[in-house]
C-alpha cells in the first residue's frame, strides 16, 4: 500500500481535530516549602511508578496494520468503503446525519449497489478486523509469556529462597539462644564448683592449723616445763 493510499484510506475513517485550547495558567495560592512536604522514611525501598496502564489512544502503527489488513481483502465495485467516501464527501455539505446516510445509500444504489451488499461487505471488514485482533491477542501472550512470565518465575524463586534464608536465620537464633543458655548454665556450674573447692579448702587449712596449733603446743611446752 502507498503511502498516498493510505492516507486517503486513513481520511475515511478519522477526522482532524481541531487544536486543542491551551489551559490558562493560574497563580498558586500557596507555595509549598520542603518542610510542608510530606515525608514518609522507609526501611527498604519501594517500587516507583504506578501499576495502572497508561489509558487507550490511536495508535497509527496499529491503524496501518488494520488498514493494510482491510485494503488486502478490499472487494470489486462498490461496497462499504465506497458508501464510506461518500459519506465522508457528504461531510462538507449542509445536512443533517440522516439526510447524508440517505444520500450516500442513494449514491450507492445509482451506482448498482444494494444496502444489502453494503451491509454484508462491512459485517466482512468486521471479521478481518475482528481476525486482526486475534492475531494481536495471540502476539500479546506470546510477549506476556516471554517478558512477564519468566520474571514472575523469577520472583517466586527469589520469594522461597527469602522464605527458607529466613528459616534458616529462625533455626539459627534459637540455636544462639540455647548456646547462651548453656553458657550461662556452665558459668553457674563453675561459680558453684569453685565455692564448693574453695570452702573444702578453706575448711582442710582450718582443721591443719588447728591440730598442727595443738601438736605445736604441746610441743612448745614439754620444751619449757621438762627442763
Known amino acids: 500500500m502507498s503511502n498516498g493510499f493510505l492516507k486517503d484510506f486513513k481520511a475515511l475513517f478519522i477526522v ?34 504506578s501499576d495502572a496502564p497508561s489509558p487507550g489512544k490511536v495508535n497509527d502503527k496499529f491503524l496501518n496494520v488494520l488498514f493494510s489488513a482491510i485494503e488486502k481483502n478490499n ?5 462499504y468503503l465506497e458508501f464510506r467516501n461518500s459519506l465522508q464527501s457528504l461531510r462538507e455539505m449542509s445536512m443533517d446525519e440522516a439526510t447524508r446516510f440517505k444520500s450516500a445509500m442513494a449514491m450507492a444504489k445509482s451506482m448498482g449497489a444494494s444496502m444489502a451488499a ?18 494481536f491477542d495471540e502476539a500479546m501472550k506470546n510477549q506476556r509469556a516471554q517478558q512477564i512470565g519468566n520474571k514472575e518465575q523469577q520472583m517466586e524463586e527469589l520469594s522461597n529462597s527469602v522464605k527458607a534464608k529466613e ?4 533455626k539459627m537464633q534459637q540455636e544462639i539462644e540455647q548456646t547462651k543458655q548453656k553458657y550461662v548454665e556452665l558459668s553457674q556450674q563453675i561459680k558453684d564448683a569453685t565455692r564448693h573447692i574453695e570452702s573444702t579448702k578453706n575448711d582442710f587449712v582450718a582443721s591443719y592449723e588447728s591440730l598442727v596449733g595443738q601438736i605445736q603446743g604441746d610441743l612448745n611446752k614439754i620444751q619449757e616445763y621438762m627442763k
Open 16 to 49: 482532524p481535530e481541531e487544536e486543542p485550547r491551551k489551559p490558562e495558567q493560574k497563580a498558586s495560592s500557596a507555595s509549598t516549602t520542603p518542610s510542608q512536604e510530606s515525608k514518609t522514611p522507609t526501611s527498604l525501598p519501594k517500587e516507583t511508578g
Open 75 to 79: 472487494q470489486e465495485g462498490f461496497d
Open 118 to 135: 453494503i451491509v454484508t461487505s462491512a459485517q466482512q471488514y468486521l471479521q478481518v478486523l475482528k481476525s486482526e485482533q486475534g492475531k
Open 167 to 170: 528459616e534458616e536465620i529462625k
